[in-house]
Nanobody, 128 residues
Framework: VQLQASGGGLVQPGGSLRLSCEGSGSTFDGTDIGWFRQAPGKEREGVSCISNTGQSLLYKPSAKGRFTMSRDNTKKRVFLQMDSLKPEDTAVYYC??????????????????????WGQGTLVTVSS
């Protein structure tokens, strides 16, 4: 499945932004999807993961309580609603097909396994 992230932009601290991840291919509704981000000068990291049915959600501590992930399999889209944004949320955000069970165990290993297959990310800048 191919995924393309969009919806980034400039937002003030405390503001909100909704990212979208559009998929293609017949296996979209059978695929877990993860959101990742890479801040300037930092390693890419996992943010959240949603199971193929949308019934299971995982959030890294940086996202818990502020970000909400959802999906619409009929439209082949996954969303990341980001509220109470902070300057440290500034990063390029990516979506990718993953196994949420592996994401839960070691998202860094998932990032490494995706090397070379990342789609285009979307830049989120949180600044006043």
């Amino acid at each position: 499945v191919q995924l393309q992230a969009s919806g980034g932009g400039l937002v003030q601290p405390g503001g909100s932004l909704r990212l979208s991840c559009e998929g293609s291919g017949s296996t979209f509704d059978g695929t877990d999807i993860g959101w990742f981000r890479q801040a300037p000068g930092k390693e890419r990291e996992g943010v959240s993961c949603i199971s193929n049915t949308g019934q299971s959600l995982l959030y890294k501590p940086s996202a818990k309580g502020r970000f909400t992930m959802s999906r619409d399999n009929t439209k082949k889209r996954v969303f990341l609603q980001m509220d109470s944004l902070k300057p440290e949320d500034t990063a390029v955000y990516y979506c990718a097909p993953v196994d949420c069970a592996r994401f839960a165990m070691d998202s860094n290993r998932v990032v490494a396994a995706l090397a070379g297959s990342w789609g285009q990310g979307t830049l989120v800048t949180v600044s006043s």
